[in-house]
């Protein structure tokens, strides 16, 4: 209805991953380039996470809607919770192959036959896996086993992975997927955008829908819209949606503050708009593994010798203070589990002062360690903020 009103030729705020919409926001921007580096290693998995609504699968679907298709043959399956057997059927038919029946068997033989066939006639094939958080152990293993297809000693089959942040917390603490998580060359993590990219977002959409000033927005309708979304563009979308529909309804040429704090008030109303749609903070994992997982997503070959150097000391010393971070975790554990002394006698009354006192002390080393890991982790990011930067510039490209 707002479409017609307005003179757009679409609607653009529609919640279904539209490529025609993609938004290259900075962390898509980053996203795009850990694909770039992934892709280009023709290997192994490339790992995508973020919050719902952060706009993987909009990433994902510019990612096919871009790629060379006589270089590339690429696939994509939506999981919901399925096991080993059902994952390899589903993959199968991602490639459009036959494969009937519930025998896993044939299913592989029909997809690595499929996959020879690609590499011979000089295709690379690709299977994007989304919704990953939904699938079993089982079953991500029956991933890592697709990927085993070679050609020689030229692998077949790359496999990239979208999920929620659970997905990347299960494959950093898990210690069944380790043989899959060695395999993993790049992955980045969706944030939610800037505040100042919400404004460029919106009539970034309107643009491509033919968007010539009428509606125009009040200066502080983006600033609200950011605050009460979260910067998700998911989350954009619904309120933006309905704040166009309310100004079809009332025939308003302006959109203001007062009319998105009207549609906000009926969101919460309706529960469409609830704090559960908000990413949930993600439980703080060990810090080496999250440094190991995005440092090897960066090509140490032609990086200037201070910065690979940098980047060695910092991956130690973080490892290193994970470490004791660990230790320390466990010494607390077997403190907290020791028998409580009977009240009764007066030396083990100065026994528990010593081991309120122990306690506290190692308390007080944590907390002071995570700090040093927080602000450490701080300058690994921003080191590899640099580094893709430096590999996104031209002339590394061309010393390439």
Wanted: negative net charge.
């Amino acid at each position: 209805m707002y479409d017609t009103f307005y003179k757009l030729t679409g609607r653009p705020f529609q919640l279904t991953p539209d490529p025609e919409f993609y938004f290259e926001s900075g962390t898509h921007r980053k996203a795009l380039s850990y694909l770039g580096y992934g892709l280009a290693q023709g290997e192994g998995f490339i790992v995508i996470t973020g919050a719902v609504g952060a706009g993987k699968s909009t990433l994902a679907a510019h990612l096919l809607a871009t790629i060379d298709r006589q270089r590339l043959t690429a696939a994509q399956i939506v999981t919901s919770r399925l096991d080993g057997n059902e994952l390899v059927h589903m993959a199968a038919r991602a490639f459009g192959l036959a494969a009937g029946g519930h025998d896993k068997a044939s299913a592989l033989a029909l997809i690595e036959a499929f996959l020879h066939e690609e590499a011979r006639a000089g295709r690379r094939c690709l299977l994007v896996v989304d919704e990953t958080q939904n699938l079993s152990i089982e079953a991500l293993e029956e991933l890592r086993m697709l990927s085993n297809f070679q050609l020689g000693a030229h692998p077949l089959l790359q496999i990239l992975l979208l999920g929620q942040p659970e997905f990347r917390d299960l494959l950093q603490n898990s210690s069944r997927l380790e043989q899959l998580r060695q395999r993993v060359i790049a992955t980045h993590h969706l944030e939610a955008m800037e505040l100042e990219e919400v404004g460029p977002y919106v009539l970034h959409r309107l643009a491509c829908v033919g968007w010539s000033g009428n509606p125009a927005f009040d200066a502080n309708v983006f600033a609200d819209l950011a605050k009460a979304t979260g910067c998700l563009p998911r989350r954009i979308n619904q309120v933006v949606g309905r704040l166009l529909l309310m100004g079809a309804v009332e025939q308003k040429s302006r959109i203001e503050p007062a009319m998105l704090a009207e549609v906000l008030d009926d969101l919460a109303r309706d529960g469409a708009l609830t704090d559960a749609d908000a990413p949930a903070p993600a439980p703080a994992p060990l810090i080496a593994p999250l440094v190991d997982s995005e440092v090897r997503a960066v090509p140490q070959a032609g990086l200037p010798a201070a910065a690979a150097s940098g980047l060695a000391g910092l991956q130690q010393a973080v490892s290193g203070h994970a470490e004791q971070i660990v230790e320390l975790q466990k010494a607390l554990l077997e403190l907290a589990d020791m028998p409580a002394p009977p009240a009764v006698v007066p030396a083990t009354d100065a026994r528990l002062e010593v081991l309120e006192a122990t306690l506290g002390a190692l308390h007080q080393r944590i907390v002071s360690l995570e700090a040093r890991g927080a602000e450490q982790e701080q300058a690994i990011r921003h080191v590899l903020t640099m580094l893709i930067e430096w590999l996104e510039s031209e002339s590394p490209r061309r010393a390439a």
